[in-house]
Structure formats: structure tokens, C-alpha cells
């Protein structure tokens, strides 16, 4: 029989929490859901860390193992997840917010998507700062600003981790990156509609949601590098940004359509396919002018099959969705985090995209 007293470590892992939460909760500090709270002082009550007196407990809160059928995987209290996502018409984004969901639910935790509408740094910060003392860890797609980065820093001294997905953000301590190299990703649409436009010489327009995203931002140096190194028939004439809005898409692709009779190729680093493949269409000239964009959605998929839309680089939001939240998991819960590669950069034509595919 092992007669050593339990320590944080074992705390922690048997109340399924991160060790800085075990920490807050036997130290009386703030900033620790009442739940949570309960649960780490049954959990050292059990594991005879305190004595109930101790605890200010009459008798355990939580009946530490008493369910044996409920697999290890799976807390009786499971732990409360955040994930903060864009807002507004991003099919992306929607089927990354149904993949979190669906994920959590097989992981046997709750997860909770909120939308912040547009790129609001200000606005971004706030929702991270008041997520403190309610949620046990964050997943975020952050805009790379101070304000967001200095949110960030300030939540996770909380003891609460955070996790960035598919836009990474620089100089902050966080539990990891999931999501694609979006350097490698630029240069890769770059390589394709390269190699699609041919010997032919002319103009390229680049579409962008927000450079505020450091992943847009990415894509966007790996796609000129390559034009700059392997084609020096293209030229990127115009560059506008988007935000991932399909009608404002509409509105600047028929305006570069109309302006640029020397259009070879079009770039689409965000959201808003479907407005660029509507005007790409109505000006009569798909076929003729390269457009390559990102993820595969019901839009892309319909606009590969058309024939208007020539590859899509496709980032799987069910994988992306799915490795979150097991990051994160384990990240609350104090286990060790090994380094996360990237995700693989898949490109998407016609001829292959996948038999099993689905719009979450």
C-alpha cells in the first residue's frame, strides 16, 4: 500500500483540473468556477490531502470513482471549455464552431463558441478578460494585436490556458498552435496558380480578410515569395481586403474584373469564395482566369464542380476541431504538452474532393 501523501500532481489528476487551478482552489484565491472549486476539495479530501474539517466540507462533494462504468475519459464534472471564433457569414467558421461542438461532446466536456462580429481587437480583449473565473481554458482565433496579446498574457497568469487555432499569435505563452503553416499554405496557392496560368504573363489580384490575422498576413508573404521567385510573369496589381464578407467580395472581384482586362489569376486568402466566384462567373471569364482560394464549404465544392473555382487548400475543420479540443483538455487538466506540428495543407480540385465530404 502506498502510504505517501497525495500531492498537487495527484490532486489535479484525479479532479481532472490543471495543477495552478488545484493551487487557486487550496490557496482561497479567486478566480476558480464554485463548482470547480468543490470538486479539488472533495478531491483532497479523498485522496486524504485535507481532513473534511479542513475542507469545510461535512462530507465529500463528489464521490471520486463512485461510477466505475464511466470511462476514464470522461469527468463527472467535465471541465468548461471557451472557443472564441470570428462571427458573420464565414462557412469556415460555422463548420469549425459544429466540429468544436461535436468534438467536446465525444470528449465528455462542454465547450462554448462565442462569435465576436468583425476583426474588434478591443472587442476580442474584452470577451478573454471576462472569460476569467468562468471557464477552465480558451481557445481563441486571435487577432495579433497588443491589446489581444496583453488579454491573453493576463488570463493565462490566472492559472486559465489558452490555446490558439488556425491564426497563431506571437509572443505569448500559450498552450500551443493548432492549424496549418499558413506560409506554406500562400506558397502553395501561389506554386498552383503559377502552374495553371502558364507561359501567359498579365496581372494577378489577391484578396485578403483581414491582415490583422497573422495567418492571413502569412499567406500572403508565402504567396508573393514564390510569384517573385518562380513567376516572373505575374504581378500581384491590386490587393484588397475583404473581410470575409461574401457581398463585399462581390462588389471588389466585379470592380477588379472590369478594371484588369489583363486578369490572369485570383488569390482569395479568407473567406468570401462564393462573392469572387459569383462575379468570376458573371463576368464570363472563369475558365480564363485562375482563381484559387481556401477551404472546402457547399460554395467551394459547387465552384470546383462549376469549373469557376480551380483548387481550394483545405485545412479539414472536423481535424482542426477534434485536435483542439484535446489540446485543450489536456492542457487544463496539468498534462505534459508535447510540440504540435502542423496540420497537412491539402489542395482540393475537382477530380478529388473527398467521397465522405460533408458541410458541418
Known sequence: MDNRRATLTDIAAKAKVSKTTVDRVLNGRDGVKERTRAQVLSTAVALGYLSEEEAGLQKPA???????????????H??????????????????LATGIVRAAQKEGVEARVRSIKGFDSEALAQVLSGLVGKSEG??????????????IRSVVRSGVPVLTLVSDISNVATAGYVGI???????LAGHLLGRFVGKRSGSVALFAGALAYRGHEEREMGFRHILQER????????HREIQDDPSRAYDEAKAVLADLPDLVGL?????????????LGESGRAGEIVFVGHDLSEHTRRLLLSGVMDVAIDQNPESLARLSVQRLIAAVRGDALPTLSPLPVLPVFSENIPADFEDL
Open 267 to 279: 488569390y482569395n486568402i479568407g473567406a468570401g469564395n462564393r462573392g469572387i466566384g459569383q462575379a
Open 78 to 95: 467535465p471541465a468548461a471549455l471557451d472557443f472564441v471564433l470570428p462571427g458573420g457569414a464565414n462557412t469556415f467558421m460555422t463548420m
Open 62 to 76: 463528489i464521490a471520486i470513482e463512485a461510477n466505475t462504468d464511466v470511462p476514464p475519459a470522461v469527468s463527472a
Open 138 to 151: 480558451i481557445g481563441v482565433i486571435g487577432i495579433d494585436h497588443p491589446t489581444v496579446r496583453e488579454a
Open 181 to 187: 503553416d499558413n506560409r506554406t499554405a500562400g506558397r
Open 231 to 238: 513567376f516572373p510573369n505575374l504581378s500581384i496589381a491590386v
